[in-house]
């Protein structure tokens, strides 16, 4: 099981034609659209299932630290926000457990070493990116869901973000490059591996904000909604 799923970090000249074509994964995605065909919000978190683990960016993220970075935005603010939309469970246990995994999860899988074994055994892997994908499904599935306040809601929306943000952070101003796995790569693609570093560690810090806002804003927005019918009811009666 020692290999990089995604494959060899390829050359820039190679990166068009660095798909993933792994016919598991394909059954799996394929499963997943059917499953959830009448559902928009499940095909969108299919079709970006699909940009991070089969278009060239799983090649990419093989390469470059900032790409695994992308990756991993992709998963945890694009496609488990959308797959808790359209799950049938209810959390009923608050959002302060959920959260709490899912930023520990999110913080052990960028330890060094977690980082490195991951990119070099295929089991590790696939457990970092369903622990991620999966953690990040019930922290968003209990923001939708659990009996707390539009307030805490949005506030654990915010803490999220701000997690996400100091790790980023951490990256960003880290003296020296930290994983093994990106040691020589980045220069192929006219990156030091401190600088791809500090790359990823911006996307984490300032682009990954814009999905987090969107959410925060679907939230006051689903909430202003309930509350005008709330009033309405209250005038009516």
Not at 39 to 46: K, L, Q, R, W
Request: glycine share 6%; proline share 6%; net charge positive.
């Amino acid at each position: 099981m020692n290999a990089i799923y995604c494959g060899p970090a390829p050359l820039p000249q190679e990166i068009w034609g660095s798909w993933n074509f792994d016919p598991v994964l394909l059954l799996a995605l394929v499963g997943l659209g059917v499953t959830l065909r009448r559902e928009p919000a499940g095909i969108a978190a299919v079709a970006l299932l699909f940009l991070a683990f089969v278009s060239p960016l799983c090649a990419l993220s093989s390469a470059l630290f900032s790409a695994r970075v992308v990756h991993h935005v992709i998963l945890i603010v694009g496609a488990a926000p959308l797959l808790a939309l359209v799950s049938q469970h209810r959390v009923r246990s608050g959002v302060a457990l959920p959260f709490a995994v899912s930023t520990i999860i999110l913080w052990l899988w960028h330890h060094p070493v977690a980082y490195d074994l991951a990119l070099s055994n295929v089991a590790v892997y696939w457990l970092m990116q369903l622990s991620l994908l999966g953690s990040a499904i019930w922290f968003w599935k209990a923001v939708y869901t659990a009996e707390v306040s539009p307030v805490e809601r949005f506030l654990f929306v915010l803490f999220s973000f701000a997690q996400m943000g100091m790790l980023g952070a951490v990256l960003t101003f880290a003296p020296t490059a930290l994983y093994a796995a990106h040691s020589i790569a980045p220069f192929d693609w006219g990156l030091t591996p401190l600088r791809d570093q500090q790359l990823g560690g911006l996307i984490m810090w300032v682009p990954a904000g814009v999905p987090y806002a969107a959410i925060a804003a679907l939230l006051a927005r689903r909430s202003w909604g309930r509350l005008k019918e709330d009033m309405a009811c209250r005038t009516g009666s």
